[in-house]
């Protein structure tokens, strides 16, 4: 028996496919819209919907989840001539997921509000091992009463969901984390490369470091895939440095030096300039190697 609420979902990259899988495993009915669509055969296999424009993937749903690449992606989906404000119903509430700009989230709102719109900012964290595990971190900006509507439907791929505040508050909190996890990978590399370089057995190396103070998801995670030379991303490099350009910009807004995450903007810069953009994040140990 299916759910009641229509969903559509905007977005079916890396994250995405595997939060669509868990709503179709949850019975509900899932229109969705992707740029390439033979990317999303495996979602239309299992039972998705297709919709050829993001205006009528969104016509006559409940709830419209967007998951896209860059605030100018963000913008088109919404507010662009196929958007979704062409389409979407009074009553209806949105969900953006995309990380973006909070600015960006605030002018959603405002418009969304105009319209008899609820409207969320909702970037997660934990990449595609948690959205396959459905243990997403999902924080929250917006109203709270259209927060608590949807909260049981994100509790089907997010395991720590934080109302963070009105519009715009989910987009900082997700700075925050991305801030945190630039300087955080700097970390990894450097301890990677420097136990290389000694002549350690970095599996033991892990096995000591990694459940102590200096443990962290970076380490435990994307250190063993740095080891083995895999570079897939769980989440891209470039997508990576359109958030720290994000972060950079808000910061200089509020008057705040953050040296750390522009010394890791540098060095991600450099990688995409040698041609590792559509890997992921950590391919930073590729800067250590030369």
Known sequence: MGQSKKIAFIGTGVMGSSIVQHLLKANYEVTIYTRTKEKAQELLNQGALWAETPSKAAENKDIIFTMVGFPSDVEEVYCGEDGIFQAAKKGAIVIDMTTSEPSLAIKLYDEAKKN?????????????????????????????????????????????????????????????????????????????????????????????????????????????????????????????????????????????????????????TTLIEKGYGEKGTQALIKYYEG
């Open 116 to 268: 008899g719109i609820g409207s969320l900012d909702a970037p997660v964290s934990g990449g595609d091992i948690g959205a396959k595990n459905g243990t997403l971190s999902i924080m929250v900006g917006g109203d709270q009463d259209t927060f608590s509507e949807v909260y049981p439907i994100l509790q089907l791929f997010g395991s720590n969901i934080v109302y963070q505040g009105g519009a715009g508050a989910g987009q900082h909190t997700k700075m925050c984390n991305q801030i945190l996890i630039t300087t955080n990978m700097i970390g990894v590399c450097e301890s990677i490369s420097y136990g290389l370089k000694a002549g350690l057995d970095i599996e033991k190396v892990f096995q000591s470091i990694s459940s102590g103070a200096a443990g962290s998801w970076s380490l435990s995670n994307l250190g063993p895939r740095m080891i083995k030379g895999d570079l897939e991303p769980g989440f891209y490099i470039k997508h990576f440095l359109k958030d720290m350009n994000i972060a950079i910009n808000e910061a200089e807004r509020m008057n705040l030096d953050l040296p750390g995450l522009k010394l890791s903007k540098e060095l991600y």
